[in-house]
């Protein structure tokens, strides 16, 4: 049962870039058939996604948050990566990674989240 | 930019059963999921392509999409169904979408 971990920091200032780690478990980021996501949800609001990375480093974000966003993965220590520059506070959420079935888009395991509050 | 809308909130009295749609255009042409979201948690997947049910998801909970509309319903709907619901697809244009989700009352 593949387990999925965000870690980072809980406070990043305004203008700012955020930073975010997905460590993967119980099974390989390089596994066939699977993209690797973040997903966020504003403060009692409901999912946004964000992008998703393949181990072989293509991805696809989101377009309205394309020019600030960039994922990277590590298949050496089975992590994938977010940064999100230029924040402001209305990039205060709830961060989630998780993994997409690319072959019928669905995300059948999650990571507890990590809160993001951007203030200075 | 594709869109998926569902209603803000359902209720159901328990025991019953409830039906929370999720519309989009030709939304039956796609692959609609569902999510289960509890305060405090990380979303749950509870139907895949439009009717599976992943392992440890009762069977009480089902799927269907066609036309316009995917439906997720919860036969039998207990206590511990009580919780946000989201409907999510993939869309050429926008990639994944997810719906705005909907808030299910037991009571």
């Known amino acids: 049962q593949v387990q999925l971990q965000e870690s980072g920091p809980g406070l990043v200032k305004p203008s700012q870039t955020l930073s975010l780690t997905c460590i993967v478990s119980?099974?390989?980021?390089?596994?066939?058939?699977?993209?690797w996501s973040w997903i966020r949800q504003h403060p009692g609001k409901g999912l946004e996604w964000i992008g998703f990375?393949?181990?072989?480093?293509?991805?696809y974000y989101t377009p309205s948050l394309r020019s600030r966003v960039a994922m990277s993965v590590d298949t050496s220590k089975n992590q994938f990566f977010l940064k999100l520059n230029s924040v402001t506070a209305a990039d205060t959420a709830v961060y989630y990674c998780a993994r997409d079935h690319s072959t019928s888009p669905h995300f059948d395991s999650w990571g507890q989240g990590t809160l993001v509050t951007v203030s200075s | 930019s594709y869109e998926l809308t569902q209603p803000p909130s359902v209720s159901v009295s328990p025991g019953q059963t409830a039906s929370i749609t999720c519309s989009g255009d030709?939304?039956?042409?796609?692959?609609a999921s569902w999510y289960q979201q509890k305060p405090g948690q990380s979303p749950v997947l509870v139907i895949y392509q439009d009717t599976k049910r992943p392992s440890g998801i009762p069977e009480r909970f089902s799927g269907s999409n066609s036309g316009n509309t995917a439906t997720l319903t919860i036969s039998g709907t207990q206590a511990m169904d009580e919780a946000d619901y989201y409907c999510q697809a993939w869309d050429s244009s926008t990639h994944v979408v997810f719906g705005g989700g909907t808030k299910l009352t037991v009571l």
């Open positions: 119980g099974g390989s980021i390089i596994s066939s058939g699977y993209y």
């Open positions: 030709k939304l039956g042409n796609k692959y």
């Open positions: 990375i393949y181990h072989t480093g293509n991805t």
